[in-house]
């Protein structure tokens, strides 16, 4: 059965902290590792990532996927406030179609 | 630009009653889906429609029934409401048959069961 299991739960830093989220997962035939960001209502997509090893980089977040050992992280650099939500990372299999499994995500709280 | 549309927005609901929650979007996606989004869960998949016809199980089916309408709308039923249908409920939408991409979510529905 597939599974994705995120870590930590939850984490408090402050304005200016690097961060790194961790997703590790199980799958039958990988195809794509998503991580999307939930504030108070719908997840925003934030990266697809389908290649071991190319990061992906948007402002100060960027993402790695390592399909070796199973695992994807999220950093972010130079936090802000804003960037206080939930992270979510979510798994697509070549067997079960269009379909998304997602992890328990992280709550990330950065303080001013 | 609408995007993912849902309704209602809040629902109380007593044990036993019955509900329809409605989505639609208006992006032209093929793909279509239920989430429920539980304190400490993340979203787990109730249904899914991957075009239009055509809908299958998720993690969690139990409980629910849903109805691909047209390419637009995907609607998702609760015959009976039990407590622990208590939830979030979110409507998502992909334009790719079959492709897990990306997803575009509606703003959710919160569901109070009693």
């Known amino acids: 059965e597939d599974k994705v299991v995120q870590s930590p739960l939850s984490l408090v830093v402050h304005e200016g902290d690097t961060v790194t989220l961790n997703c590790s997962y199980e799958v039958t035939n990988f195809r794509s590792l998503l991580w999307y960001k939930q504030e108070k209502k719908a997840p925003t997509f934030l990266f697809m990532l389908?290649?071991?090893?190319i990061e992906k980089k948007s402002g100060r977040l960027s993402s790695i996927l390592d399909k070796k050992e199973l695992f994807s992280i999220l950093n972010i650099t130079a936090t802000q406030t804003g960037d206080s939500a939930v992270y979510l990372c979510?798994?697509?299999?070549?067997?079960?179609?269009?379909?998304?499994?997602f992890g328990q995500g992280t709550e990330l709280s950065v303080k001013p | 630009n609408a995007g993912v549309t849902q309704t209602p927005k809040f629902q109380v609901l007593k044990t036993g009653q019955s509900m329809t929650l409605q989505c639609a979007q208006d992006m032209n996606h093929n793909s279509m889906y239920w989430y429920r989004q539980d304190p400490g869960m993340g979203l787990r998949l109730i249904y899914y429609s991957a075009s239009e016809g055509t809908t299958d199980k998720g993690e969690v089916p139990n409980g629910y029934n849903v109805s691909r309408l047209n390419k637009r709308e995907f609607s998702l039923r609760l015959e009976s409401a039990a407590p622990s249908q208590t939830s979030v409920y979110f409507c998502a939408s992909s334009l790719l048959q079959g492709n897990p991409g990306e997803l575009f979510f509606g703003e959710g529905s919160r569901l109070t069961v009693l």
């Open positions: 979510a798994l697509g299999d070549y067997n079960q179609g269009g379909k998304l499994i």
């Open positions: 389908t290649s071991s090893g």
